[in-house]
């Protein structure tokens, strides 16, 4: 049978990505957590008055967030959805996303509300843990001083570094292997082939809760749930994204994240786009960033992503510029093209949905 060759490139991604994924994650649970009870929904809460003057404002942050939980879940009060997911014994991990710096990460007060609904459902500070891949960055953006007394929070590494090869925070018994390797280094050993995914979520959480910030990014296009995962949970990621024309991120994204003890921990994604980034990323370049005003709650990442993506591409394309598909290299952006297929890809491996028919994105102006 012959196929469209769109359609024969993507099959043929998808299986090359399945294919790598080889003995890396023993004793992962047995349910899967990714897409959850709802693929395919995403809510979007926006609030005119959610930030004034580069500060987010409590009262909109609080109503965002519970309405949020509310609408996705379907439950009567943003309690109830809360204990839909999660409940007393869970021990949950929250990644944040601080590459963004001070100034494009996630606010406190949208962890506080996080904090709170666990409580509710009968997870106690105790049983939480915040974490990040880098100890330095999380310290930089100021996240280690949004924390309030008895929360603990982690880091697989001390700092960023080109060798990335360091084991103290992983787990040498799950590991994604990959074809892949940074120039100069011997593929005949194992070790420059493999990421190794952190202890925190091998070791210490039955559950996560994703909370990335609404961002372009140069080689994948876009970093928002799928890519807080992949690039914030393993080592070795260099190799995905090594020079402007060596750039493997649409396979590698979801080839991490469809490792079982990733995919069957991922119960939540909060997409923090009060503030976000349509160029220039991942970091926070303040010309590039602008107020979106909003929050985006789902179970499904690959939906959520795929909905970020066309906003990030409609300000693009309201600024002037190209969408990311067709998007060329420029001074704040220097990759020959960014692969923004990573999104396709993980719905074509169960991470999500991806057609725009199955998706259903609920508004709600507050």
């Known amino acids: ?7 024969f490139i993507a099959q043929s991604l998808a299986t090359a990505a399945g294919a790598l994924l080889q003995s890396q994650s ?63 014994g869970d021990v949950v991990g929250i990644k944040v996303s601080p590459v963004g710096g001070k100034n494009l ?29 880098y100890k330095e960055e999380t310290i930089a953006a100021g996240i280690d001083r949004w924390l309030p007394p008895g929360l603990r929070w ?3 590494s001390e700092k960023y570094d080109e060798w990335q090869h360091d084991m103290g925070g992983y787990d040498p018994e799950h590991y994604l292997e990959m074809a892949l390797i940074k120039p100069g280094e011997d593929f005949r050993d194992a070790h420059m082939r ?25 080689s994948a296009g876009v970093t928002i749930c799928l890519k807080n995962m992949s690039h914030g949970m393993v080592n070795n990621v260099n190799r995905s994204h090594v020079t402007p024309t060596l750039n493997a991120c649409g396979v590698f994204i979801p080839s991490v994240v469809s490792l079982p003890v990733i995919r069957e ?51 693009r394309v309201r600024m002037g510029m190209q969408p990311l598909a067709l998007a060329k290299p420029d001074n704040d952006s220097h990759f020959l093209n960014s692969q923004i297929e990573h999104i396709e890809i993980a719905g074509m491996l169960g991470l999500g949905v991806f057609e725009d028919e199955k998706i259903q994105v609920k508004r709600v102006r507050l």
């Open 1 to 7: 049978m012959h196929l469209p060759r769109r359609q």
């Open 26 to 88: 023993r004793g992962a649970t047995t349910k899967s957590g990714m897409p959850g009870p709802f693929p395919g929904r995403v809510v979007a809460v926006e609030h005119p008055g959610v930030i004034l003057r580069n500060s987010y404002q409590p009262e909109p942050v609080q109503n965002m967030m519970r309405r949020g939980m509310r609408e996705l879940t379907g439950a009567p009060s943003w309690i109830d959805g809360w204990r839909m997911l999660f409940e007393k």
């Open 105 to 133: 990460s996630s606010d406190a007060l949208v962890l506080q509300e996080i904090l709170a609904g666990l409580k509710e459902a009968g997870v106690p500070l105790s049983d939480t843990i915040v974490f990040n891949r």
């Open 154 to 156: 982690d880091a697989a």
């Open 194 to 218: 493999r990421s190794y995914v952190a202890r925190i979520v091998t070791k210490q959480i039955n559950k996560f809760i994703n909370l990335p910030v609404l961002k372009h990014h140069q």
């Open 265 to 315: 921990k991922a119960t939540l994604h909060i997409c923090d786009a009060v503030k976000a980034s349509f160029h220039g990323g991942p970091g926070g370049k303040e010309k590039y960033i602008w107020e979106h005003k909003t929050m985006y709650f789902a179970t499904d990442p690959v939906a959520l992503d795929k909905t970020g993506l066309k906003v990030i591409d409609e300000k």
